[in-house]
């Protein structure tokens, strides 16, 4: 589903650069997953997993919930999900929700469309290309940011939780829970696309 163009995601044209000064304060790492912290429905969420393999938005339920949310709020989502292994994953529905980030300096606060799925994570939110996308973000692993434009013009450094990452990946090992990517598959003879969450043992 295209999201809507509004005059806010209009990106200004500003180069995108990261520089040795962006080193100084990464921690050693051997391929730290990307896990930032947002602000959405009032309340600030951490362990939010930023995977460009993804082409949709998801939250896990129990953030859902945590958010105190009302499945009134929910729209229906028509589309069969599935693992690797075959199961089929269980979507309540979708969400939209006004979503800020920031770095203390400056923010944006783009409106969000959440895919909300019952299954197990370890992250609480997982934002895929339509956010960068519409950010016009630029995660680097290496230095441990993304930076992206704000409306003015300014640029916002948002820096990974090297800390939570681990956390995150521990516990993925403990319950042997899947890491979520989301792909979407060519559309079929009706015209209609079909999206599937993959989750990676």
């Known amino acids: 589903m295209a999201a809507k163009v509004l005059k806010a995601d209009l990106i200004p044209d500003v180069d995108l650069t990261f ?3 962006d080193l100084r304060d990464v921690i050693p790492h051997d391929n730290d997953l990307v896990v930032v912290s947002l602000v959405t429905a009032g309340r600030k969420v ?3 997993l930023v995977d460009e393999g993804s082409s949709t938005d998801v939250m896990f339920l129990t953030t859902f919930n945590r958010l ?3 499945t009134d709020q929910l729209k229906p989502y028509t589309g ?5 292994a075959g199961d089929e994953v269980e979507v309540r529905g979708h969400i939209e929700l006004r979503t800020t980030f920031t770095d203390d300096t400056s923010s944006r606060t783009p409106s969000i469309r959440y895919l909300v799925v019952n299954a197990p994570s370890a992250y609480n939110i997982l934002l895929g290309r339509p ?3 519409r950010l016009g973000a630029v995660p680097s692993t290496r230095h441990m940011k993304m930076k ?3 409306l003015e013009g300014a640029m916002i450094t948002i820096k990974f939780d090297q800390r939570e990452a681990k956390k995150c990946y521990e516990n993925n090992l403990k319950t042997k829970r899947g890491v979520f990517s989301v792909m979407t598959r060519p559309p079929r003879e009706d015209g209609v696309t079909r999206e599937e969450i993959i989750c990676e043992n």
Do not use: E, G, I
């Open 148 to 150: 992206f434009p704000s």
């Open 68 to 70: 105190q949310l009302s």
């Open 19 to 21: 520089t040795k000064a």
């Open 131 to 133: 956010t960068l996308n």
């Open 46 to 48: 951490r362990r939010v």
């Open 80 to 84: 069969c999900l599935y693992c690797f």
